[in-house]
């Protein structure tokens, strides 16, 4: 029986939009991943320890190619 591949938080966002252009991003490259606690963000916009913001899972096997990917998004919205 194979091992089950680890799914990793790859990081939380503040807003729905800023997850969904990441998340749009890797899906662009084929890279698998999904966000969750959307609809808490959107009732709770202020982060902290219960709220952690929205959160995007990829693979653990793809974190290096999804952290190129998402850096370089961030070089050009800065």
């Known amino acids: 029986m194979e091992e089950a591949e680890k799914i990793i938080i790859y990081e939380s966002f503040d807003n729905v939009i ?3 252009i ?3 991003k890797l899906d662009a490259y084929g890279i698998p991943c999904f966000l969750t606690e959307g ?3 959107n009732l709770y916009p202020l982060r902290n320890d219960i709220f952690p913001g929205v959160r ?5 096997r ?4 999804a952290k ?7 070089d050009i919205s800065d």
């Open 62 to 65: 793809d974190f290096e190619q």
């Open 18 to 20: 800023a997850a969904n």
């Open 56 to 60: 995007l899972h990829i693979f653990e």
């Open 22 to 24: 990441a998340k749009t």
């Open 39 to 41: 609809n808490f963000t």
């Open 68 to 74: 190129g990917i998402l850096d370089e998004l961030s």
